[in-house]
């Protein structure tokens, strides 16, 4: 319980697309949750960049950089949590992390990725021109 993996990360030409997932999410439900997405360039020196939230409301954080091109969603099964990502770009490219914390709402602020209790180990993205 509270273990997560991330999937479904993988190299592709800017302008493609591709979906991670993470499993296991369901120990999140019988609580109030924040479910997200982050992401660390190769070689940064930055902290790892929240790309993508989701609460218990429903109610979802997107960076500015991935608006209209990247979807957070939990599937029918509610055992996973994904991120659609289309028209990727090269700037795109970096590790991209699973996280969950309990108690958390959008409106009261994302934190930050060491501010979740649960984060998984990474899948890896790459975007060439």
């Known amino acids: 319980q509270g273990q997560l993996v991330e999937s479904g990360g993988g190299s592709v030409q800017a302008g493609g697309s591709l979906t991670l997932s993470c499993a296991d999410i369901?120990?999140?439900?019988?609580?109030?949750?924040?479910l997200a997405w982050f992401r660390q360039a190769p070689a940064s020196r930055e902290d790892h960049e929240a790309v993508?939230?989701?609460?218990?409301?429903?109610?979802?954080y997107y960076a500015d950089s991935v608006k209209g091109r990247f979807t957070i969603s939990k599937d029918g099964s509610r055992k996973t949590l994904s991120l659609q990502m289309n028209s990727l770009k090269p700037e795109d490219t970096a590790m991209y992390y699973c996280?969950?914390?309990?108690?958390?709402?959008?409106?009261?602020?994302?934190?930050?990725?060491?501010?979740?209790?649960?984060r998984g180990r990474g899948t890896q993205v790459t975007v060439s021109s």
């Open positions: 369901t120990f999140v439900f019988p609580h109030v949750y924040c």
């Open positions: 996280a969950a914390d309990l108690g958390c709402r959008v409106h009261n602020g994302i934190g930050n990725f060491y501010s979740y209790n649960y």
């Open positions: 993508a939230v989701l609460d218990s409301g429903d109610a979802t």
